[in-house]
């Protein structure tokens, strides 16, 4: 498989890049300043495209590339690839899911606890040698809080099974009611919130899922409410959510994902009820490995004419 072409978009992880490079010929587009060109020039090489959260695969670039007949994805979402053009190409697409799913529910109860806990806060309050006396403010308890989610899929159902550890009511809203779920449905995201103390987000960014926490949602989620969020950043309306926090409309977010990252609003910066993350959410040595040998799996089961393990198209 040396002579096939492997366009890697982002320098994500130093395993899955050697091992691409191991295997195909391996093509980094973050070497060239020039994208355009640097398509252009190896058009006809490249037969597939590793993408990331970040850089995917864009209608764009997948025109570029008259050659390309997969996009292995090195993550579980797919906001990033272009799925429709992909269709209409006949180019497969795989994403790796439910190897990340136990890391990001980890990481959405991490968020919960740092918030209602301020555990961030408490940790400088200690290093800056502020701890004289005991005088730091109480925190809020989370065991026992209603927990709303919305998106109950993979990710969403492990992050309620963490929290029915903390004897928390789970509720949850998505387009279609799980049968098989013994938790509350709401058909309406707005009730969700408004039944919710802390509210998590974890399902896919769409079109019609943009910006699917708006005023609204914050409002019905009140001034005690907390949000996590550890599915993408645009499902949230960021100016409405720093204005929310800024003028105490709202108890608290926990926020792994960004509107525009890896720019964070600077106005979240002085706020110990916020706890800010660098998109980590799947960010361990174990799970990076998993995602790694699904994407070269994929990869290499189409090129041999085997059946993809994680098919999406
Ligand atoms: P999944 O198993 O496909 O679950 C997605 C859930 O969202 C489903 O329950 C689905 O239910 C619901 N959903 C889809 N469209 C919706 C809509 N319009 N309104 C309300 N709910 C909707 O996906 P997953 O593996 O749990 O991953 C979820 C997302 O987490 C990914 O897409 C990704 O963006 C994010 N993620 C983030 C990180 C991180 O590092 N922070 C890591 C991995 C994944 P219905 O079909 O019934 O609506």
């Not at 010929?25 to 058009?43: A, D, G, M, P």
């Not at 940790?123 to 919305?150: A, C, E, H, M, N």
């Not at 990076?288 to 004419?305: I, T």
């Given at each position: 498989?040396?002579?096939?072409?492997?366009?890697?978009?982002?320098?994500?992880?130093?395993?899955?890049?050697?091992?691409?490079?191991?295997?195909?010929?391996?093509?980094?587009?973050?070497?060239?300043?020039?994208?355009?060109?640097?398509?252009?020039?190896?058009?006809?090489?490249?037969?597939?495209?590793?993408?990331?959260?970040?850089?995917?695969?864009?209608?764009?670039?997948?025109?570029?590339?008259?050659?390309?007949?997969?996009?292995?994805?090195?993550?579980?979402?797919?906001?990033?690839?272009?799925?429709?053009?992909?269709?209409?190409?006949?180019?497969?697409?795989?994403?790796?899911?439910?190897?990340?799913?136990?890391?990001?529910?980890?990481?959405?109860?991490?968020?919960?606890?740092?918030?209602?806990?301020?555990?961030?806060?408490?940790?400088?309050?200690?290093?800056?040698?502020?701890?004289?006396?005991?005088?730091?403010?109480?925190?809020?308890?989370?065991?026992?809080?209603?927990?709303?989610?919305?998106?109950?899929?993979?990710?969403?159902?492990?992050?309620?099974?963490?929290?029915?550890?903390?004897?928390?009511?789970?509720?949850?809203?998505?387009?279609?009611?799980?049968?098989?779920?013994?938790?509350?449905?709401?058909?309406?995201?707005?009730?969700?919130?408004?039944?919710?103390?802390?509210?998590?987000?974890?399902?896919?960014?769409?079109?019609?899922?943009?910006?699917?926490?708006?005023?609204?949602?914050i409002e019905a989620l009140g001034p005690k409410g907390v949000l996590v969020n550890i599915g993408r950043g645009p499902l949230v309306d960021e100016p409405e959510l720093v204005s929310a926090l800024l003028e105490g409309r709202m108890g608290g977010a926990?926020?792994?994902?960004?509107?525009?990252?890896?720019?964070?609003?600077?106005?979240?910066?002085?706020?110990?009820?916020?706890?800010l993350l660098p998109h980590v959410g799947s960010g361990t040595w174990e799970t990076r490995k998993d995602m790694a040998d699904l994407v070269l799996g994929n990869l290499e089961a189409y090129f041999l004419n085997k059946p993809l393990l994680t098919p999406?198209?």
């Amino acid at each position: 498989m040396e002579s096939i072409g492997v366009l890697l978009t982002y320098q994500m992880n130093s395993y899955l890049e050697e091992e691409l490079a191991k295997r195909f010929k391996l093509f980094r587009l973050w070497e060239s300043s020039n994208k355009e060109e640097f398509l252009t020039k190896n058009s006809n090489s490249i037969q597939a495209i590793v993408g990331t959260s970040s850089i995917g695969a864009d209608a764009e670039t997948i025109e570029a590339l008259p050659n390309l007949k997969i996009v292995s994805s090195f993550s579980v979402g797919l906001d990033k690839v272009d799925l429709d053009k992909c269709r209409e190409k006949g180019i497969r697409v795989t994403n790796t899911p439910d190897v990340l799913t136990e890391d990001v529910a980890d990481t959405a109860i991490g968020l919960v606890l740092a918030v209602l806990r301020r555990l961030c806060e408490c940790d400088r309050y200690v290093r800056k040698g502020l701890w004289k006396k005991w005088d730091f403010q109480l925190t809020t308890k989370f065991t026992g809080k209603s927990v709303g989610i919305v998106g109950l899929g993979r990710i969403g159902l492990a992050i309620a099974k963490r929290a029915e550890a903390f004897s928390c009511p789970i509720s949850y809203y998505s387009r279609s009611e799980k049968q098989d779920s013994k938790y509350k449905y709401y058909p309406n995201i707005i009730d969700l919130a408004a039944n919710s103390q802390v509210l998590v987000i974890a399902c896919p960014l769409t079109e019609e899922t943009h910006h699917i926490i708006n005023r609204e949602v914050i409002e019905a989620l009140g001034p005690k409410g907390v949000l996590v969020n550890i599915g993408r950043g645009p499902l949230v309306d960021e100016p409405e959510l720093v204005s929310a926090l800024l003028e105490g409309r709202m108890g608290g977010a926990g926020l792994d994902v960004f509107e525009h990252e890896p720019n964070v609003p600077e106005q979240l910066f002085g706020l110990d009820k916020v706890v800010l993350l660098p998109h980590v959410g799947s960010g361990t040595w174990e799970t990076r490995k998993d995602m790694a040998d699904l994407v070269l799996g994929n990869l290499e089961a189409y090129f041999l004419n085997k059946p993809l393990l994680t098919p999406v198209v």
